[in-house]
Nanobody, 127 residues
Framework: QVQLAESGGGSVQAGGSLRLSCVASGYFSSKFDMAWFRQAPGQQREGVAAIDSNGQTYYAESVKGRFTASADNAKHTLDLQMSDLKPEDTAMYYC?????????????????????WGQGTQVTVSS
């Protein structure tokens, strides 16, 4: 069983930066892909960023140019550097993992393709 642990959330003013980290631990029986999602109160969970096994990164349109994902596949870590944060970035951020052998380009925006979730870390951006 794989567990995910996020860290790095917090409160910042608009224009500020935060770095989120996710570490996966446990037994990896197969290919394991990781992504970041977020969910604001009253809204659906949305994919934010991901990296596939070839190192290709994927971002939601709303965060392109501001967020940067980086991964260490050997250590099963996925970080998210968030810059120029906006109040609309306020949400609970979740690290997600998938053992389904997904095609990240198609799946990173869809929570149903991910079967392991962290507990989340809160990001609050004030104006």
């Amino acid at each position: 069983q794989v567990q995910l642990a996020e860290s790095g959330g917090g409160s910042v003013q608009a224009g500020g930066s935060l770095r989120l980290s996710c570490v996966a631990s446990g037994y990896f029986s197969s290919k394991f892909d990781m992504a970041w999602f977020r969910q604001a109160p009253g809204q659906q969970r949305e994919g934010v960023a991901a990296i596939d096994s070839n190192g290709q990164t994927y971002y939601a349109e709303s965060v392109k140019g501001r967020f940067t994902a980086s991964a260490d596949n050997a250590k099963h870590t996925l970080d998210l550097q968030m810059s120029d944060l906006k109040p609309e970035d306020t949400a609970m951020y979740y690290c997600a993992g998938s053992s389904f052998g997904i095609v990240m380009a198609l799946a990173f925006t869809s929570p149903e393709y991910f079967d392991v979730w962290g507990q989340g870390t809160q990001v609050t951006v004030s104006s």
